[in-house]
Every structure is written in C-alpha cells, then in structure tokens.
C-alpha cells in the first residue's frame, strides 16, 4: 500500500549510526545495516520512536546510535517486512521508500531500550541469521 505524504502532518523517524548533518539525503543504493548488507533498495521510516530506537540501537556501525527527523522526498508504503506476517495493521508505523529522506532534525535526548531487552533482540536476529532468515527482504 502506497501511502501520500501531508507535510506537517506526523514526524517521521529515521534510526542509525550514521553521522549526518541537517538538509542529507538518505537515500536507497547502499549497504543495508541489518542482515548479510546487500545494496538497500529501499530507505526506512517510522512515525513511532520506539520503532526508531530499535533501528538505531540495532544499527551496523561503530558511531553511537542517532534518530533523525525524517522528511519523505515521494511516496512512502507499509513496511511489508514487519506489516504482512508480524504486525498486521501496522502499529509499528512502518514505511519504506525508494525515494530519498530528508534530515530536517535529530534527536538528542531519547531513552534506550534495556541491556537485556536489546540483547535478547540480538540473540533473536542471530538465531533468525543462523535459520537463513534475512532480516530485510527487498
């Protein structure tokens, strides 16, 4: 499902390690964060934080985790990599696009989520690479 982007209308997050400034693009093209990191042919956003947190928190990379606000630069859809088989309904309020995202803001001061609660997601994303389980499918 493709969703219409209203200016203004709800904040969008974008979770990572990467240092970026104010006006970046993110866009699709690189090496995922997450699984065996193919070329990403799609970008991530959320409307939540904690959905955010997790993508930070969970990121690739040696740079402390960031959240960045995010502007969509077109058409945004559900993030069939949680909405179809894990979270019908999207309440995570996940989207993906394969158009760049704007950097329009960062947040500073955010809370993590627990030592334990972030490596029993470690463990489980290991178990799930060990399964052959790619974390994104394109």
Do not use: C
């Not at 690189?30 to 930070?56: E, H, M, P």
């Amino acid at each position: 499902m493709t969703t219409t982007v209203t200016p203004g209308a709800e904040p969008f997050y974008h979770g990572t390690k990467a240092d970026l400034n104010l006006g970046d693009l993110i866009g699709a093209g690189y090496a995922s964060n997450y699984g065996k990191r193919n070329l990403a042919k799609f970008v991530y956003l959320t409307a939540t934080l904690d959905a955010a947190i997790w993508g930070a928190e969970l990121a690739r990379g040696d740079g402390p985790p960031r959240i960045y606000v995010v502007e969509p630069t077109g058409p945004i859809e559900d993030d069939p990599n949680l909405t179809d088989q894990k979270f019908p309904g999207n309440p995570t309020r996940s989207y993906r696009t394969s158009y760049p995202l704007r950097i329009v803001g960062e947040l500073t001061r955010w809370t993590g989520h627990s030592p334990e609660q972030l490596q029993a997601m470690r463990d489980r994303l290991a178990e799930l690479d060990r399964q052959g389980v790619e974390a994104i499918e394109d």
